[in-house]
């Protein structure tokens, strides 16, 4: 079964999974009845300055491949509709960037202001990893804290360890867009 984290729980995915290479990082959402949000998962790839070594480290539905060929986004979902996974990224450590030390996933809502939405019209989201290989189910961390006033949320990051890649549940809600997003990490 699963590990299902909480909000700023741990995993050491290099430690448990030592085997895991090819994951696939899937999030899933679903929204009110009769309220229709379109929501984006984007990537941010970071150096050890935090900050993206060139723009093309930013995977999000208008770049859905980092150069190092090891992050990928399977495209855009306008609606969240069903109860599989809404927007899937593909992730493959064994070729990434060796100057890489944070993945960050992020999902924000399209349009929020002009639309006025908040993650308040949400009835549930998650973001779960899978191993590709074996098709197994390692992780899945439910949004279990307050964000209905936020617009943002930075879902989880795997970070670079000495001793290996962690996922880290980290949950932090924010009102600054993608485009604050790419402000902070590009
Ligand atoms: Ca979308
Ligand atoms: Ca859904």
């Known amino acids: 079964m699963a590990i299902s984290l909480k909000k700023g729980g741990t995993f050491n995915l290099t430690k448990k999974e030592p085997a895991l290479t090819k994951m696939m990082i899937g999030l899933g959402w679903e929204m009110k009845p009769g309220k229709n949000i379109d929501l984006d998962a984007s990537v ?18 208008n770049n859905l491949k980092s150069p190092d060929g090891s992050v990928q986004h399977t495209g855009d979902n306008r609606t969240g509709a069903g109860d599989d996974d809404d927007e899937m990224i593909l992730a493959n450590l064994g070729i990434i960037n060796p100057n890489i030390k944070d993945i960050v996933v992020t999902v924000s809502i399209h349009e929020a202001e002009l639309r006025m939405h908040k993650f308040g019209l949400l009835q549930q989201a998650y973001i779960r990893i899978v191993d590709v290989d074996s098709k197994r189910e390692i992780l899945r961390y439910d949004l279990d804290a307050e964000f209905n006033d ?18 880290i549940a980290s949950g932090i809600g924010s009102n600054i867009g993608l485009g604050g997003y790419v402000d902070m990490y590009a």
Do not use: A, C, I, M
């Open 44 to 61: 941010f790839l970071l150096g050890s300055n935090g900050k993206v070594p060139v723009e093309e480290y930013f995977v999000f539905y």
């Open 150 to 167: 936020y617009t943002d949320v930075e879902f989880g990051r795997l970070r670079l360890e000495e001793d290996g890649w962690h996922f």
